[in-house]
């Protein structure tokens, strides 16, 4: 099973992500956790990515296509594995298409958790206000502008990847905005359907 879950920021895929981890043990993979984990295991894609963000800069396509394609040749994703939050633009999704063929792989499905963007909102500034009220800190991403701006920044980048996986016949669309059960289910009637 090789998944790519998209959504805006707040859409639920870490933690539909999470959940499909345990039902069907493949691992998720977090671009952010596979940097992580390159830069302190020492490889020579890892040096590379650490050089860069210790600079301040972004880490680019070719590096992280490059972590990518090392992880997905880890034994552990050997039955599959779920991208959660990869790829993000069109240019990524190029490199996973090519990365699979080089291995003789394919994707088996594209799962959009649609959602209603004021919906977000207001799940975030609800998030911020629980988080205040139990006089916890507020996650710096929990700030209704900021997520507004990545919002923004989903919509102008990675929602492209809708239609470009719509027509390859691997997009599938469930309600994100149902309960985590019911967001759960609908996942499972897409897997049993493949």
């Known amino acids: 099973m090789r998944l790519i879950l998209l959504g805006p920021p707040g859409a639920g895929k870490g933690t539909q992500s999470q959940i499909l981890v345990s039902k069907f043990g493949v691992p998720q993979l977090s ?35 490059a972590i990518v394609a090392e992880r997905i040749d880890q034994p552990d994703c050997a039955n599959g594995f779920i991208l959660d939050g990869f ?26 958790l649609v959602v209603d963007d004021k919906a977000l909102v207001g799940r975030i500034e609800k998030r911020a206000e629980e988080a205040k009220a139990a006089g916890k800190p507020v996650r710096k991403d929990d700030n ?31 309600d994100g905005m149902a309960s985590i059960e019911e967001v759960t289910a609908q996942i499972e009637e897409v897997l049993r359907s493949l």
């Open 87 to 112: 790829p993000r633009t069109l240019a990524q999704a190029d490199a996973v298409e090519a990365m699979l063929e080089e291995r003789g792989l394919t994707l088996d499905a594209v799962i959009e």
């Open 31 to 65: 671009t952010g956790d596979m940097l992580r984990a390159a830069v302190e295991a020492g490889t020579d894609i890892g040096k590379r990515a650490k050089a860069v963000m210790d600079a301040g800069e972004l880490v680019s396509d070719i590096i992280v296509n």
């Open 144 to 174: 209704p502008e900021i997520f507004e701006e990545r919002l923004r920044e989903y919509y102008k980048k990675t929602a492209p990847l809708t239609g470009y996986y719509y027509a390859k016949g691997k997009l599938h669309t469930v």
